[in-house]
T-cell receptor, first 114, second 112 residues
């Protein structure tokens, strides 16, 4: 069964510190892996997308990595800010399926405190 | 300002009420979706419309009834809901393929 798991479930860090969120998936083969950020009371917003052939993608202070061999992805946040407090969701799209068959992880809730 | 607008933002309804959620997208996308988001669970796909035609009904109970009058508007009609239906209901749109889903800010539904 295609699944996406994320760890940790929640995380609290001090402002200015770095952190790394993990995503493990069993979807194979897959077309792309995307990280979304969901602020409280808002819908998710796409941060990064990587195809199966890419192994890193950056968006400002956010850097996503992908290891297709171990089926793991990570999202690294550098010099965290209070506005980074949100839920981060890993989403995998299986290969050769209709575009609505994306598989969502449960998310990691990040709290950045002063 | 999101390109996908959902109303209302919050809704409290009794189990015998009938209400509707509305979604409008201003992005010119072909596909629209309803998702249910419960605490600490992955988003659950409920319905998909592609060019106004329903292409997915993910075993959703009949107390949820979608309507897509055109490619820009999507409704979710609710009747005789259960307390376990309390959740955040998210509407999304996309242009299909590998392009991202664009979500609205959701309707927080509480069933009493």
């Amino acid at each position: 069964k295609n699944q996406v798991e994320q760890s940790p479930q929640s995380l609290i860090i001090l402002e200015g510190k770095n952190c790394t969120l993990q995503c493990n998936y069993t979807v194979s083969p897959f077309s792309n892996l995307r990280w979304y950020k969901q602020d409280t009371g808002r819908g998710p917003v796409s941060l990064t997308i990587m195809t199966f052939s890419e192994n890193t993608k950056s968006n400002g202070r956010y850097t996503a990595t992908l290891d297709a061999d171990t089926k793991q992805s990570s999202l690294h946040i550098t010099a965290s800010q209070l506005s980074d407090s949100a839920s981060y969701i890993c989403v995998v799209t299986p290969m050769k399926t209709s575009y609505d068959k994306v598989i969502f992880g449960p998310g990691t809730s990040l709290s950045v405190i002063p | 300002e999101t390109g996908v607008t959902q109303t209302p933002r919050h809704l409290v309804m009794g189990m015998t009420n009938k209400k509707s959620l509305k979604c409008e997208q201003h992005l010119g996308h072909n596909a629209m979706y309803w998702y249910k988001q419960s605490a600490k669970k992955p988003l659950e796909l409920m319905f998909v419309y592609n060019f106004k035609e329903q292409t997915e009904n993910n075993s959703v109970p009949s107390r949820f009834s979608p309507e897509c009058p055109n490619s820009s508007h999507l409704f979710l009609h609710l009747h005789t809901l259960q307390p376990e239906d309390s959740a955040l209901y998210l509407c999304a749109s996309s242009q299909g393929g590998p392009r991202p889903l664009h979500f609205g800010n959701g309707t927080r539904l509480t069933v009493t």
